[in-house]
Nanobody, 114 residues
Framework: VQLVESGGGLVQSGGSLRLSCVGSGFTFSRFTMRWYRQAPGKECELVAGISSGGGSTNYADAVKGRFTISRDDAKNAVYLQMSSLKPEDTGVYYC????????WGRGTQVTVSS
């Protein structure tokens, strides 16, 4: 099982980024996928989740209305569209799922400058 994130970078406050996570080694479509982030000096927190099939999504209060999670099972990919970015969105963003046990990607850095 492997998860590989991409799409992070440096962006100005108010800007947008789209993160991608591609999974392999498991039947991607069958599993709930989640995005987490860890800001410097803070604990890792759930950002958004999407159910298998994409029929259900959930978001942290801090990102509701600004972030959108989606998935493309044909590409074994989950996305996080981030808009109206704020400096407090800065952190390493991780993709996570549970296949027998927790599986995490290595993360992608997002830096939002003020």
């Amino acid at each position: 099982v492997q998860l590989v994130e991409s799409g992070g970078g440096l962006v100005q406050s108010g800007g947008s980024l789209r993160l991608s996570c591609v999974g392999s080694g498991f039947t991607f479509s069958r599993f709930t996928m989640r995005w987490y982030r860890q800001a410097p000096g803070k604990e890792c927190e759930l950002v958004a989740g999407i159910s298998s099939g994409g029929g259900s999504t959930n978001y942290a209060d801090a990102v509701k209305g600004r972030f959108t999670i989606s998935r493309d099972d044909a590409k074994n990919a989950v996305y996080l569209q981030m808009s109206s970015l704020k400096p407090e969105d800065t952190g390493v963003y991780y993709c996570r799922t549970i296949v027998i046990r927790e599986r995490w990607g290595r993360g992608t850095q997002v830096t939002v400058s003020s």
